[in-house]
Every structure is written in structure tokens, then in C-alpha cells.
């Protein structure tokens, strides 16, 4: 059974796990911010978990508390021999992803259905 989030909405389709942010962290309290953060990560960590796609359809802005916990889950995936990408990103967080060379890393997608066909077994 996966928590009820408030920040993070969490969508699995193993091995796929799904973030999508609801809001920046002026929106809610840090210490919320952080404690759900690491739940999150935790969640990801159980085996049948590869893959992540954040989804970045709720949101213009992201600050930097927010980003550095996508990062974190990202990395994650990418340690453990998973893919991470990004999808959904309004023109205000394409910039800012640009801004912070995120897509250096992580590529972008226009849509879910093309970040989970990049990176669906098949798709190589």
C-alpha cells in the first residue's frame, strides 16, 4: 500500500515509478517537505522499482528544495541501473530545467506516453 502524499503524488507501474510534484515548498512546510521527500525515496528503493518519470504536469515552478528532492530520487534510479526522465514541463519549467541543465542529465519529453516509451525495455 503506498502512503497518501500531499507534495508528491506517487503513480507505480512497476518497474516504472511516477512522480508528479503538486506545488513548490512555499505551498507547505519545510519539515513536511523534507519528511515526505524520504518517504518517497524509501518507497522508490523497494526492488521492483527501475524507472523513474517525473511528471511535471501540476506545476509552473519548482524551487530549490523541491528540485534537489526530484534530483535525489532521480539519482537513485540512475545508481541503481534505471532510467530517469522528465515529461509534462510547461514553457515557465522547461526554463528553468534549461537554467539548471537538468535535461543535460535527464532528458525531457513532451508527453508521459513518450517518457515511458523511452524507457520502456522494448524501446532500445
Known amino acids: ?6 507534495i508528491f503524488k ?21 519539515s513536511n517537505v ?11 528503493k523497494s526492488p ?3 524507472n523513474v518519470i517525473i511528471d511535471l504536469s ?5 524551487d530549490s528544495i523541491i528540485i534537489t528532492s526530484i534530483i535525489r530520487l532521480v539519482q537513485s534510479a540512475n545508481q541503481s541501473g534505471g532510467h530517469a526522465v ?9 526554463q528553468i530545467l534549461k537554467c539548471i541543465k537538468v535535461g543535460t542529465y535527464w532528458p525531457l519529453f513532451d508527453t508521459r506516453e513518450d517518457a ?3 524507457i520502456s ?4
Request: charged share 20%; aromatic share 14%.
Open 1 to 6: 500500500m503506498i502512503d497518501k502524499f500531499d
Open 10 to 30: 506517487v503513480e507505480v507501474y512497476p518497474p516504472h515509478f511516477i512522480l508528479i510534484p503538486q506545488g513548490s515548498t512555499l505551498q507547505y512546510l519545510y
Open 58 to 62: 501540476r506545476v509552473e515552478y519548482l
Open 48 to 50: 521492483e522499482y527501475k
Open 121 to 124: 525495455p522494448d524501446s532500445a
Open 116 to 118: 515511458l516509451a523511452a
Open 86 to 94: 522528465f515529461c509534462n514541463a510547461c514553457e515557465n519549467m522547461q
Open 34 to 44: 523534507q519528511v515526505e521527500s524520504n518517504k518517497v525515496l524509501n518507497l522508490f
